[in-house]
């Protein structure tokens, strides 16, 4: 499984598997080509006079940067250090600037929930909370595609990634239950194993928009908003998605249910295996009652903590000591996550680069311009026309994190410049932003994990993400408007 939970997006469409080898060494030439070549483009291009020559030259390395997280010639963190380079090499920025996005604290709240994360997995506590809902829930098909997702509900908050929890947790509980179900062995099974598996998978992709540290992204969604000026709190987000949240979460297993109903619908086996699970992870060690107890803590801390005046990414730097002090999480666990700290690179680059452009006014002139041409219609129409676009160009993207660095800051300029509300407009732009992974088998990390095993057609995949894309834009859009508008927030 831990193989399965490392799967690198830029392999899984088919196309890229079918291509000659040649062509596959040759990619990162013509992926580093692909990048520079958009930047020098940009660059030539002569800047508005609304527009600063230093501005401009900083779209360019940013637009090559984006390319480059889309074509993968290299790892992230190694474009986003290149980029870097090169802002300073070309004296776009200065040092002082430069390093300023790794002191962000939206950066370090992000590392510091994937070092928590691992500890879910290595103590157990991740599997434990899985198998407790399954030995509840788990009689019933339908109640197992539930108590999946009850795990990937509990444990987004603290885990920042979907293949982190899918691949880490619930897609090994998941393969578990697929096993003893029989999908190898009969037909009955395996359109179960299909079901559970369309389920669960459609579930974290609602889930992982509940929470502003439930994905990568979500949070440098929440910084490009700060550029524009609207603040936005873990506890402001929580509560924006609770309702469309729980509501996309009840009807989208009940929906794949009815379009591609399992053979096996009453699964008391399930039950016993996970019983026979809890019985073999014994009582609850010390570690994992630790570890319950901060989570709890730390959840109660960024739930109250604008008005106990505590910052959400001070409180994870204390839980994560409080980890360390106990024993629960090594140093050695800490200096090993490989994930955490490349994402500490490319996220800061990405974030300074977002904010230069912000201060240098950049973001502003191109949301007046898009928007002086599509002044004609109300904001309503306009956003309306704009949120489906970014929602549905996702079938272009590999990546959340690389389609929110490509588009969330430009569109949110150009809905604001409409006339949108503020809050509406960051919320809308950011819950789609993770909806649309459903779309397709490669549209995010953990795509390919669910998608791997073969249990569910590529033509069926498809089906199902168009589909239930127009279920959770119709929820989100109605339900969530109905719900921001008696919090207030438009």
Known sequence: MAKASRTSVATVPTVESATPNLNRRNAPARGLLMAVGAGAVIWAIPHPEAVEPRGWHLLAIFVGTIVGII???????AIAMIAIAVTLLTRTLDLAEVLAGFSNSSVWLVVSAFLLAGTFIRTGLGRRIAYRFLSVFGHRTLGLSYSLAATDLVLAPVIPSHAARSGGVVFPVLQSLAHSLGAGRSAEARTTAQYLTLATYQSTVVISGMFLTSMAANPLAAQFAGQQGIAITWTMWALAAAVPGLVSLVIVPLIIYTWHPPAITHTPDAKLHALKELAQLGPMRRQERILLAVFAA????????PSLGIDSTAAIFIALGVLLLTGVLAWDDVAREHEAWSTFIWFAALIMMATELAELGVTKWF????????????????FLVLSLAYFYSHYLFASNTAHVSAMFAPFLAIALALGTPPLLAVFVLAFFSNLFAGLTHYASSAAPIFFGPGYVPLGMWWKVGGLLSIVNITIWLVVGGLWWKMLGLW
């Open 298 to 305: 730390l959840l109660i801390a960024w739930s109250l903590g």
């Open 71 to 77: 074509a993968r010639p290299l790892p992230m963190g």
């Open 367 to 382: 949301g007046e311009s898009v928007a002086a041409t599509v002044g004609g219609v109300g904001w309503v129409t306009g």
